[in-house]
């Protein structure tokens, strides 16, 4: 079946630094997939999105790349702000229809 | 636009006892999925209803979660006897028919927090 696997978290970091959110997957064709991110005290809103090998989803400065070869999605930003504090999915469908979420990753940035 | 509206925001019941969750999707959307979110755990899907028939409920534990959708509007989701492991947040979100996952996102609402003790 298919499934999504998250770097665990927690996660902190400073203002300005690097983040990175590893997440792969296991589907048995070609999901498409989504980083969704659930602020403190919202429900959860999509990200971004890719839905074939080598596309580039991006969205507020984060960035992802649906890498068939090594089965990845990874999130990245180059530098996260206070407001980046959030929990992070990462999701799949390959029915157009059903999302399968991973785990989730909580990040929290400090001034 | 309004968001996809869920009540109560908050709920703590004892175990074997019932409980039902409310929600209200984005106007227009045909589409509406109930999802269960344990603690440390990403949403699981429990229910998907296409207007007001159900098109997947194969993860739903029928002998103790209902769910139905009169009207093909607002969709209420039951837990009778409620277990401690249902202790979960109970998302509903809801998407425009005819689009797919990725030419049109979910739009989630907040949850609902159940605490069953």
């Known amino acids: 079946g298919n499934s999504v696997t998250q770097m665990e978290g927690p996660v902190t970091l400073s203002e300005e630094a690097f983040l990175t959110i590893n997440c792969t997957y296991t589907?048995?064709?070609?999901?498409?997939l989504f980083w969704y991110v659930q602020y403190p005290g919202e429900g959860l809103q999509l990200l971004l999105k890719a839905t074939k090998a080598d596309d580039k989803g991006s969205n507020k400065g984060f960035e992802a790349t649906y890498r068939k070869e090594t089965t990845s999605f990874h999130l990245e930003k180059g530098s996260v702000q206070v407001s980046d504090s959030a929990v992070y999915f990462c999701a799949l469908s390959e029915d157009d229809y059903k999302l399968s979420f991973g785990a989730g990753t909580t990040v929290t940035v400090r001034a | 636009e309004a968001g996809v509206a869920q009540s109560p925001r908050y709920k703590i019941i004892e175990k074997r006892q019932s409980v039902a969750f409310w929600c209200n999707p984005i106007s227009g959307h045909a589409t509406l999925y109930w999802y269960q979110q344990i603690l440390g755990q990403g949403p699981k899907l429990l229910i998907q209803f296409q207007n007001n028939g159900v098109v997947d409920d194969s993860q739903l534990p029928k002998d103790r979660f209902s769910a139905e959708r009169l009207k093909g509007v607002d969709s209420t989701l039951k837990i009778q006897p409620a277990k401690l492991e249902d202790s979960a947040v109970y998302l509903c979100a809801s998407r425009r028919k005819g689009q797919g996952a990725f030419n049109s996102p979910l739009h989630f609402g907040n949850g609902t927090r159940l605490t069953v003790t």
């Open positions: 589907a048995t064709g070609y999901p498409s």
